[in-house]
């Protein structure tokens, strides 16, 4: 329940902010419930270069 009052805490986020940080949370956690999430949802291509430069 991201950003939600119930702990007293919005942590600065607005509704839109809020609902994508959740559903993204939902998202993850319901992929890793599945099975290893490599196995399910493997990355598209190695990118690791491309982002490190290694």
């Known amino acids: 329940m991201a950003g939600t009052r119930d702990d007293g805490r919005d942590h600065g986020m607005d509704g839109r902010t809020?609902?994508?940080?959740?559903?993204?949370?939902?998202?993850?956690?319901?992929?890793?419930?599945?099975?290893p999430a490599?196995?399910?949802?493997?990355?598209?291509r190695n990118n690791v270069?491309?982002?490190?430069?290694?």
Not at 18 to 35: C, G, I, K
Not at 38 to 44: C, D, G, V
Not at 49 to 54: K, S
């Open 18 to 35: 809020r609902a994508f940080v959740t559903r993204t949370t939902e998202n993850l956690l319901r992929a890793f419930a599945e099975a």
């Open 38 to 44: 490599a196995k399910i949802r493997p990355a598209p």
């Open 49 to 54: 270069a491309g982002v490190y430069g290694t």
